[in-house]
């Protein structure tokens, strides 16, 4: 039975893929910050589906334990999917470096240092597997509104198209998803636009497509590409002068 590690288990976004995963006979790995709050959802699952659940203490700012927590794993995973990220508050780190580090740490250097470690685990085996990276739409392009947030996404976009070309001579497929506007706790504190916002049900569902397929990016959902198709045709000194802050606090 082949294996997910789910980096990042907590979020909407991780569990809908748990879920996804385990309907289709995957066993998983959830790894998590306070991953023991996941036993009752772990407990549950476990009942109605095959595949085994085990749960893995996992700090994506702690990046000296990474190569330690994945070397620990109960099994090899044949699939990754890094689901970690932080938003932040777009007023508080243009005023505190801290909290532009914490955006900057959790949604690129934490990304990459796992990334990495899986990387190098990955190329050496004899097997196809797969790396699955939840960048977003944000990183597309700068928009004053949370342009430190979509920075890192955008570093991290570039990242696994790299990673991507370099480990396909290893069977190792890395696809970039970039979701919009999702229901999520991490988005509880912004207003955004009801007709653009999905929902983490939706996104684990098209992930599961892309997989499926082998697609290298994924815009989720589909619309999200033309409309940054749009976005990014905008020339610079005009999009300078126009209003694109969808994001607001409630």
């Known amino acids: 039975m082949s294996v ?3 980096l990042g288990a907590k979020s909407d976004i991780a569990q809908a893929c748990a879920l996804t995963f385990l309907k289709k006979n ?7 910050r306070k991953v023991e709050r996941l036993k009752e959802w772990q407990k549950d699952m476990a009942s109605q589906y095959d595949g085994t659940i085990d749960l893995v203490e996992f700090d994506a700012c702690d990046f000296e334990s990474h190569r330690e927590t994945y070397r620990s794993l109960p099994k090899k995973p044949d699939i990754a999917l890094i689901c970690f990220g932080y938003l932040g508050y777009y007023s508080d780190c243009t005023e505190d470096f801290s ?5 900057i740490e959790v949604n690129f250097t934490g ?3 796992i990334c990495n470690i899986i990387a190098h685990d990955f190329k050496q085996r004899d097997k196809v597997t797969t790396i699955i990276g939840v960048s977003s739409v944000a990183g597309d392009r700068g928009r004053k509104g949370n342009y430190i947030y979509g920075s890192t996404k955008a570093a991290f976009q570039t990242y696994l198209s790299g990673l991507r070309q370099h480990l396909f001579p290893h069977n190792v497929h890395v696809i970039d998803v970039r979701p919009g506007f999702i ?3 991490m988005t509880a504190h912004v207003k955004a636009p009801r007709l653009l916002t999905s929902t983490s049900d939706v996104v684990a569902k098209d992930i599961w497509k892309a997989f499926e397929r082998k697609k290298d990016v994924l815009y989720t959902p589909w619309f999200w590409k033309y409309i ?3 976005v990014k045709s905008i020339p610079g000194f005009v999009f300078k002068r126009i209003q694109l802050n969808y994001l607001k606090k409630k």
Do not use: C, D
Not at 26 to 32: D, K
């Open 4 to 6: 997910v590690l789910i």
């Open 26 to 32: 995957y066993s998983l790995i959830l790894a998590a």
């Open 99 to 103: 909290e532009s580090k914490r955006i």
């Open 111 to 113: 990304a990459v240092s």
């Open 183 to 185: 229901q999520t706790p």
């Open 228 to 230: 940054m198709l749009i």
